[in-house]
């Protein structure tokens, strides 16, 4: 099967660091191609970098349509476009938000998301309420590291999540981590082994859920809410996304 893996940001270094931790937990007979659009934000840290993410985001869903994908992985913690993207796609589209939650909730009762920016917490915290996982969700907490220095060899990010994960445990009474960012997926292994607790990453979390779904035979329901969307004309920068 073909899972195209598509990081909202156009940060290619980071897309290719996601794809390698994507690659890592594929199953022998998947193949994970990642992607950034070619147009977007370099990082996605505020409403509006999502709201503007998610125009090029579509723009690779399309593409991946024509070019017979079974399924998608929307790799940043907002989820952006996740809905729009389902309308486009037949196969699965899975964000790592909405999939690190889930995998969460099937080992522990409780849990906490250690994520980048405090700003982008209320998005985390919306998230957790559309997923129907606030009865899991112990706190949403920010390392105050931006999503870019993630990629910084010289930042002290690695401690500085660590260590807010080790609050989590002790202060939350969380049971499980969620890391809020795609960019943390490198991380993951180790912050677990250091905190003696279960750590999920979404980009991972994603494309084992993507995989199941294919292998059940089972894509996006396309009845209603997510059918296609209807033809119509669309004007100025958006004129490309007519489709008859
Ligand atoms: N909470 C976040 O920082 N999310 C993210 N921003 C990005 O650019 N990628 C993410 O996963």
């Known amino acids: 099967m073909r899972i195209k893996l598509i990081n909202p940001n156009t940060t290619w270094s980071m897309t290719e660091a996601m794809t390698a931790c994507a690659r890592q937990v594929a199953a022998a007979g998947t193949e994970v191609t990642g992607v950034s659009p070619e147009m977007g934000p370099a990082s996605i840290e505020s409403h509006y970098d999502e709201a503007l993410a998610v125009p090029g985001l579509l723009q690779e869903i399309e593409r991946g349509e024509r070019d017979g994908y079974d399924a998608y992985v929307i790799a940043c913690f907002g989820d952006p476009g996740l ?69 910084d060899p010289a930042s002290d990010a690695r401690a500085r999540i660590t260590d807010e994960c080790r609050r989590a445990l002790a202060e939350d009474g969380a049971e499980a981590i969620v890391l809020g960012c795609a960019g943390m997926a490198e991380l993951c292994a180790a912050i677990g082994r250091d905190i003696g607790a279960p750590v999920i990453d979404g980009v991972t979390a994603a494309v084992k859920l993507a995989e199941s779904l294919v292998a059940l035979g089972l894509g996006t329901a396309k009845r209603g809410e997510l059918a296609r969307p209807l033809p119509k004309a669309y004007h100025g920068l958006l004129r490309e996304f007519a489709r008859s």
Do not use: D, K
Not at 123 to 131: K, N, P, S, T
């Open 83 to 151: 809905s729009a993207a389902r309308e486009l796609a037949q196969g699965p589209v899975i964000g790592i938000a909405e999939a690190a939650m889930h995998m969460a909730s099937l080992i522990a009762p409780s849990f906490s998301v250690v994520t980048t920016l405090a700003r982008t917490s209320g998005m985390a915290w919306h998230l957790a309420e559309r997923y129907g996982m606030q009865r899991f969700c112990r706190n949403v907490r920010a390392c105050e590291i931006a999503v870019l220095e993630l990629e």
